[in-house]
């Protein structure tokens, strides 16, 4: 999901409306940045892949936006078929962890693929199982949007189609008139503060201290 008229340079390789009953807002909040796509060079951060673990590959090199700091993409070798399995943790009120993928070439419209907020993964579509399978010729990108809301409340549903970058929650009337929108549409993405890995996990840790944990199991039998 900065400022809604400055234009975005990022560039990301295979890496990461509801219909609401009468008691919920249409409204979507727009955290927009500009929709021209172009990207930077990744930035490879932690080991190489652990080979034959539990029936996987592991896979634990994703890389952070050189110049942004502010979006994680899955490792350059990911390949269709591989599973993220992806586990945020420590999650403050105002946040919202969001897996995306591009939906056409440049990248002008995107998918959110999952969200979470403190209280876990986001409505309103089920969530079965905590990992994703990898498409062929997406580019995926996992960010994280930080919406303070008077009260401490917190969104729990969300628009699946948006621009990149973008993350549009759907709630009551009385939490768009708590949140801080114009304040969220100026800091724009929660930078990466550091990144590391963890047993066979890469772990991101955002600027606040919250973390995300993620791997990329690919089953031995397709090695």
Not at 46 to 68: C, K, M, W
Not at 88 to 104: G, H, T
Not at 143 to 169: E, H, T
Not at 191 to 219: H, Q, Y
Request: aromatic share 8%; net charge positive; charged share 15%.
């Amino acid at each position: 999901m900065r400022g809604a008229s400055n234009p975005v340079r990022c560039r990301y390789r295979i890496g990461v409306v509801v219909n609401v009953n009468r008691l919920l807002w249409s409204g979507v909040i727009l955290i927009a940045l500009a929709p021209a796509w172009s990207a930077p060079p990744s930035a490879a951060l932690t080991s190489s892949a652990v080979p034959h673990h539990g029936g996987y590959q592991i896979l634990n090199q994703f890389t952070v936006d050189p110049e942004r700091h502010a979006v994680i993409s899955l490792p350059a070798d990911t390949r269709a078929g591989d599973l993220l399995w992806i586990r945020p943790l420590r999650l403050n009120a105002d946040e919202y962890l969001v897996l995306q993928k591009c939906n056409s070439a440049d990248c002008s419209a995107a998918q959110v693929m999952r969200a979470w907020n403190a209280a876990g993964a986001m409505g309103p579509y089920p969530i079965l199982s905590n990992k994703v399978r990898v498409e062929a010729g997406q580019t995926y990108m996992v960010w994280m949007q930080r919406i303070s809301i008077k009260g401490g409340d917190s969104f729990s549903l969300y628009r699946r189609d948006s621009p990149p970058l973008v993350f549009a929650p759907t709630g009551p009337a009385r939490l768009f008139s708590a949140a801080d929108l114009k304040g969220a549409r100026q800091s724009g993405p929660t930078p990466v503060a550091k990144s590391t890995t963890d047993g066979t996990a890469f772990v991101g840790t955002f600027e606040g201290g919250s973390v995300v944990r993620m791997e990329i199991l690919r089953p031995q039998s397709a090695h």
